[in-house]
């Protein structure tokens, strides 16, 4: 199984400033043949069900504020969230669907 | 918009069976691959089983190959997921999931059900 590793696990950050949270796969999730990164990022708050932010490692979900962007390639991925705002307050995870099973980080959680 | 209820979770005895159920709503069932997660207490979110929009590919984590079964009914717009034998490690919040192609793999999963808990003890 492709072991996902999240950095940290939590992060204090002010109304305003940015948000960095890095994800490490134990194996590439680069697909050569079309050179996409199967990886994605979801938001999960309290109560709601996880929500998809970004896919393809970097492609932004229709309606997902452009605050929030993927990057990354092969086994090294971060998620950033520019000029935080309060309703950013959640757990961030990633997943990698290269492979079966698909596999999650551990989250981050992101507080003001 | 699209909408994913799970039901069917509760207490069960180790060894016994359990069928959830997913009802899904608000977009085309039959051409999108579905899945089941779960969250076991104070742990991490793990994929459980996924199938392809026409139900024919089936895919199960390690955990729990040749005790539960994933399945789904185009017609009543409905997923499954058949729990046989459960154990008390099988204890957690189960989601249904969306994917947002038509297989069971090597898409991402785009919607989530709000879940439905599951406890396993005797």
């Known amino acids: 199984d492709i072991v996902m590793t999240q950095s940290p696990e939590s992060l204090a950050v002010s109304l305003g400033e940015r948000a960095t949270i890095n994800c490490r796969s134990s194996q590439n999730v680069l697909y050569s043949a079309n050179k996409k990164n199967y990886l994605a990022w979801y938001q999960w708050k309290p109560g709601q069900p996880p929500k998809l932010l970004i896919y393809w490692a970097s492609t932004r979900e229709s309606g997902v504020p452009d605050r929030f962007s993927g990057s990354g390639s092969g086994t090294d991925f971060t998620l950033t969230i520019n000029t935080l705002e309060a309703e950013d307050v959640a757990v961030y995870y990633c997943q990698q669907y290269y492979s079966v099973p698909r596999t999650f980080g551990q989250g981050t959680r992101v507080e003001i | 918009q699209v909408q994913l209820v799970e039901s069917g979770g509760g207490v069960v005895q180790p060894g016994s069976s359990l069928r959830l159920s997913c009802a899904a709503a608000?977009?085309?069932?039959?051409?999108?691959?579905m899945h089941w997660l779960r969250q076991a207490p104070g742990k991490g979110l793990e994929w459980v089983a996924g199938?392809?929009?026409?139900?024919?590919?089936?895919v199960y984590a390690d955990s729990v190959v040749g005790r539960f079964a994933i399945s789904r009914d185009n017609s009543k717009n409905t997923l499954y997921l058949q729990m046989n034998s459960p154990r008390t490690e099988d204890t957690g919040i189960y989601y249904c999931?969306?994917?947002?192609?038509?297989?069971?793999?090597?898409?991402?999963?785009?919607?989530w059900g709000q879940g439905t808990l599951v406890t396993v003890s005797s």
């Open positions: 999931a969306r994917d947002m192609d038509t297989g069971a793999s090597g898409w991402p999963i785009d919607y």
């Open positions: 608000g977009f085309t069932f039959s051409t999108h691959g």
């Open positions: 199938t392809s929009s026409d139900g024919i590919n089936t």
